[in-house]
């Protein structure tokens, strides 16, 4: 019942303080859909964010928010509970919140506005982001900007105890029908969609190149897998109304 109670308490805080997005609507979106952009997961990625996080800056954090004191003794036990191994062993906790606990993402997400989304409205106003618990794409308008973007990010983070992931976190050219030079990456993935150049046609009916979103190749695979799981050249016979509820 405790537990029930911490999450609801926790779920007070508004979304809009835990995840953010900033972006300039109308007069950028023509910008931004052909700018250099500094992505950050797979675009900024945090390596095992969850198993870094600082409980001394994450208790900071919930502080800001929560002022019971039980709630907040709770979280601290939470965090600092010793995990046990399958053979029994107890390790302690020094760092990170559990994954797949019901307070983690709230936990993450309260994390990383103070570690990412605060700081960068007030060191990077200029770059407009989205960021979703450890994921976030940055609009950059050249190169040099993406690159040093990058670069800050990354010494922000070790300040913070984590570590962007050197793989996954990577410069993406947004490529379109107006700026055609050639780059390493031209596509990212962002809450399970690819953006990467695909034919559109404008209001005049003509055809151009711009980046879009679509659905991933892994999801369309899946997406397969549970169609071919209907039958549906052996149900001829079955309705479209009964076809639908299955």
């Not at 950050?40 to 502080?63: M, P, S, T």
Request: with cysteine; charged share 25%.
């Amino acid at each position: 019942m405790r537990r029930i109670v911490i999450a609801k308490r926790c779920a007070r805080i508004p979304p809009s303080r835990l995840v953010s997005t900033t972006h300039h609507r109308s007069r950028d979106r023509r910008q931004l859909s052909g700018c250099v952009g500094c992505l950050l997961e797979g675009e900024l990625d945090i390596e095992a964010a969850f198993n870094q996080i600082d409980h001394g800056l994450l208790l900071k954090a919930v502080r800001t928010h929560i002022r019971e004191d039980l709630i907040l003794l709770y979280i601290e036990r939470w965090l600092t509970a010793p995990f046990e191994t399958a053979e029994g062993e107890q390790l302690p906790r020094e760092c990170g919140t559990p994954q797949g606990g019901v307070v983690s993402p709230i936990l993450m997400n309260l994390f990383m506005r103070y570690t990412f989304d605060v700081w960068m409205k007030r060191t990077n106003p200029l770059y407009p982001f989205a960021r979703y618990a450890d994921d976030a794409v940055v609009h950059c308008r050249s190169q040099m900007q993406a690159e040093e973007v990058m670069r800050s990010i990354a010494l922000r983070l070790a300040e913070c105890g984590l570590t962007m992931h050197p793989e996954r976190s990577k410069i993406v050219y947004c490529k379109d029908s107006r700026r055609t030079r050639p780059f390493p990456h031209v596509y990212f993935t962002f809450l399970g969609f690819t953006f990467r150049p695909r034919k559109a046609m404008s209001k005049q009916r003509r055809h151009f190149t711009c980046v879009l979103p679509g659905v991933t190749t892994d999801a369309l695979k899946r997406m397969r897998k549970e169609v071919r799981g209907w039958n549906l050249t052996r149900q001829t016979h079955v309705s479209p109304t009964v076809l639908a509820k299955q």
